[in-house]
Structure formats: C-alpha cells, structure tokens
C-alpha cells in the first residue's frame, strides 16, 4: 500500500503588536487537511495520522490574545466499510486567554462512522476540552460546545460505540459544564446555561440512554444554579429520560437513576430550591413509570426516592418553604404530594 508522510510545519514570528502566532501541524497518511487562520498571541497544534486512504480534516480560527489550541487525530485501519470523513475537527476561538483541546481516536472493528466535533469559544478565559475514543460499531459521533462569556468551562469525554450526540451551550460568566458517557449507544445529552454562575454535569454510562425521542437534559436561565445527573442504563431497546429545567437563582436538583427505560423530572422555579431524585427500576415491559417534581416559588424541598418497577411519583409544590418527601418501594406503586401555600410539609412512604 502507498504510503505517503506529510510533514507540514509553520512558525509565525511577528514583532507587531498583534503578538506572536506559532502553528505546528503534523500529517502522516493520505487525503488529510489542515486549515490554521490566526491572529494575535495564538498558538496552534494539529497532529493527523491515518491508515489507509480517507481523509481527517481539521479547522482552527483563532483571533484574540492568548489562545490556544490542540487538535490529536488518530485512525488505524481495521475493518472496512469506512467514512471518508472519519474525523472531522473544528475549532473556532476569539477573545482572550482561550483554550480548546480536542482529541479523536478511532479504531476498527467493523462499521466505520462520523466523528464530528465542534468547539466554539467567545469571550475571556474559557476552556474547552473534547475526548472521543470510538472502538466497536464506531457509527454516528457529534459532540458540539458553544460558550459566550467568561470563565466559562466545557468537559465533554466519551469512550464509546455508536450514535452519540452531546451539546453544551453556555451564555453568561463563570459557566461550567461536563458530560462524561462511558460506553454508549443511542445517547443523546443535552446541557445548555444562561446566566451567570451556572454548573451542570452529566454522567452517564450503560446503553440507550436517551434512546427513541427521550433525552438527559440539564436547562438552566438565571444565575448559581446547580444541576447534576447521573444515569446508567442496561440492555437493549429502551429509553432513559431525564430532565431538569431551572429557571431563577441559586437552585439546585440532583437525579440519580439505574435501570430501563426510567422518566425523571424536575422543573424549578424561583429562588433557594432544592430537589433530588434517586430511582431504580425497569419499566420496559410495563410502559408506566414516573418520577416527576415541580417547584414554584423559593426555599422549597422535594426528595424522590423509587425502588422497583412501575412507581408513579409525582410532587407539585406552590409557594414558600414547603417539604415534600415521597419514599416508594417495590412495584406499581402510585402518589402524589400537592400543595399550595407557605411552610408546608407532606411525607409518603409506600412498601
């Protein structure tokens, strides 16, 4: 097999005022590309190498002072059926002290499949990493990160086979976002924040996790919100869904969820709220199944917790200092806590 080594390397020394640009580019392989637009105090990386003749292409715009970014492509050539765009990288920086890490690695084992990243930075001193590990089926990879504003964070990792698509978007100041899939297929993770202050994190690992139209999802508008999830799920065909929609400032809500195809829920909104969600269960074969709070006012509290297949729990919460907490154990267990007004407090408890 023809081999071809392309070395391609840049170093731009300018005295302006601009600053100093230096872009490093490495290409071993065939069909490979390399686009580097720079200007001020940029510094940028780019290292492809491939096995046998389809392309790797990557993108790097940088303006401002300060950036930085690292683009690592690598692809090995086992099995067939491979896409002529195996990886696709694009990072696109302006404003101050940036930086942006993407890093694809690719093997075979059959199907070979998109990888596509995207990272877009605007503001001062963000931070982006990227990470796709992609053995086995290999198909359908989109992983996209959009921040505008400052001291924002965005950690998107993934080690896993096929069609995955996660998305962060952040608009505000001192944003952070992570999402972390572990062997997934069918997922689909959602993050995106406006506001100031803003975490939210995603840790899912397991299959299928928002499968068929169902998705993790972490909304948030307003300012110190904290959202956190974690879902793991197992066997084929089912659906995990989880969400959390936040609008006001300093609320937090945390699921946890182990099982098939679960629905979580939890909807704030207002000041000081606080609710969690613990659940395990299948409820593939039942069709039924839901876990649900809804908060509107300030310092309010609601904790879920499910055991077993087929619970209903539903918490609907109006007003003030109120508490509400639902414990359920074993199967086909149905409740609901409603109420309106100030400092009020309900506890069910099904075995």
Do not use: C
Not at 183 to 212: L, M, V
Not at 276 to 292: A, F, K, M, R
Request: aromatic share 6%; proline share 0%.
């Amino acid at each position: 097999m023809k081999k071809l080594v392309f070395l391609f390397f840049i170093v731009l020394v300018s005295g302006l005022a601009m600053g100093q640009n230096t872009s490093t580019t490495t290409q071993l392989g065939d069909n490979q590309q390399a686009d580097v637009s720079q200007v001020g105090s940029s510094t940028s990386i780019i290292t492809q190498s491939t096995d046998d003749d389809y392309a790797q292409k990557a993108v790097v715009d940088q303006n401002g002072a300060s950036n930085m970014a690292n683009i690592n492509q690598i692809e090995t050539d086992i099995g067939t059926n491979q896409s002529i765009f195996a990886a696709f990288s694009t990072v696109t920086q302006t404003g101050d002290e940036n930086n942006a890490d993407i890093d694809v690695f690719e093997t075979g084992g059959g199907n070979k499949g998109n990888l596509v990243t995207s990272l877009i930075q605007i503001g001062n001193q963000n931070s982006g990493t990227q990470s796709l590990n992609a053995p086995g089926s290999n198909s359908g990879h989109n992983v996209t990160a959009k921040q505008v504003g400052n001291n924002n964070n965005s950690t998107q990792i993934t080690n896993g086979g096929y069609t995955l698509s996660y998305q962060v978007d952040q608009y505000g100041s001192t944003n952070n976002a992570s999402q972390t899939g572990h062997g997934d297929r069918y997922t689909d993770a959602r993050i995106k924040q406006s506001g100031e202050r803003n975490s939210g994190t995603q840790d899912i690992f397991g299959s299928n996790n928002g499968y068929s139209a169902a998705v993790v999802l972490i909304d948030q508008l307003g300012a110190g919100n904290v959202a956190t999830q974690s879902f793991t799920g197992t066997g084929w065909s089912h659906r995990n869904n989880g969400e959390i929609w936040q609008d006001g400032t300093s609320n937090n809500a945390s699921q946890i969820a182990y099982g098939r195809s679960l629905d979580l829920q939890i909807n704030q909104t207002g000041e000081l709220n606080e609710a969690t969600q613990n659940v395990t269960g299948n409820n593939y074969d039942l069709g039924i199944g839901l876990i649900s709070a809804t908060q509107l006012g300030d310092e309010n509290e609601a904790k879920q917790t499910a055991n077993g297949d087929g619970i209903v729990g539903t918490i609907a919460q109006t007003g003030n200092y109120n508490v509400a907490t639902m414990l359920q154990t074993g199967n086909l267990h149905s409740a609901t806590i409603t109420q309106t007004g100030n400092t009020n407090t309900a506890t069910i408890t099904q075995n």
